[in-house]
């Protein structure tokens, strides 16, 4: 039998209480006619989300362009760099916080969460998360000679990074009243392998998140996070996973709603998904921030069909699905007062 690294929470549908079905219609009538998105733009915060997806998308293609980013190869050193160096050039002050993190295998990782804080004198702030790491294995390829090889990891961290990027340069070109940490955790994906057959432990995967848990780097703690994880995909479905829902409920409506109002609940579903060890996890349980997780997953068929497979690469990213994560996280940026 296939051995899973989620466990589906057996556990009854949230009501879609806050979206009619009358809406869901709307949003399909936008996405099958171009002519009618104009109408979308009828709030004033609406108005200013200026979310470039094709930027966004050329972010994706620069980091596969270093090769996977596995801890401890040279793609992954010049990608940190990368992605430090943009945040810097987007205004952000930056921390580079490095830390030796012990994988399940013993190996050490010479890791690095990149953080850029962008108007670092405001209060009231909000954080960003992704994970910008590869996995070295694509160990759920159904092709076994695979199993070992790196993930390019396009939507397996790429896209999380490409759209915070985009972000970033919003941030930038339109300050918010609200001041923005984003955090690029790092070692997220080096968990135990399907194929390992060692003794068990818990908390291999997040070794990044975990760190910062304990390490934050903020005098002002973020009132709230939103994480990314596998949001470049083809027919995305983002529920509610039950972490979100248990540690940050009014996070969940406040970004969910949001998304019904740009329309894009067409694949933002206000449903249960299952329960998800991500980095969101560790960021609520050890921070107390409330975080959710924008993630692609479904109970029936899980993650994507590319997940830890050698198909997760460029191609297989749609700048569409990138756009509207982008547009959802804009919207809520762009919202708070
Ligand atoms: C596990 O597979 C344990 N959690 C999902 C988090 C993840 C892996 N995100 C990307 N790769
Ligand atoms: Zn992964």
Known sequence: MKKY???????????????SSCQNQQSKAVAENPAKTETKAETAEVKKINFDADSAFSYVAKQCDFGPRVPNSEAHRKCGDFLASELKRFGAEVIEQKADLKAYDGTVLKSKNIIGQFYPDKNRRVALFAHWDSRPFCDNDPNPANHRKPVMGANDGASGVGVLLEV??????????????????????????????????EHTWCLGSQYWGRNPHYKTRPEFGILL????????????????????????????????????????KMEQGGFITDDHFYV????MIPTVDIIDFNNERGFPETWHTVNDVLENIDKNTLRKVGEVVCGVIYSEK
């Open 284 to 287: 609520n349980q050890l921070t």
């Open 168 to 201: 970033a340069r919003q941030i930038q070109a339109n300050e918010p009243n609200i001041g923005i940490d984003i955090v690029f955790f790092d070692s997220e994906d080096y968990g135990t392998p399907q194929f390992y057959d060692g003794p068990e432990q």
């Open 5 to 19: 690294f989620y466990y589906v929470a057996k556990m009854a549908l949230i009501p879609v209480i806050f979206m």
């Open 229 to 268: 994880d596998m949001v470049g995909g083809e027919m995305p479905e983002f529920k509610v996973d039950k972490v979100s829902y248990d540690f940050a409920s009014a996070i969940v409506y406040k970004v969910w709603s949001k998304a019904a109002e740009l329309k894009h609940d067409d694949v933002f």
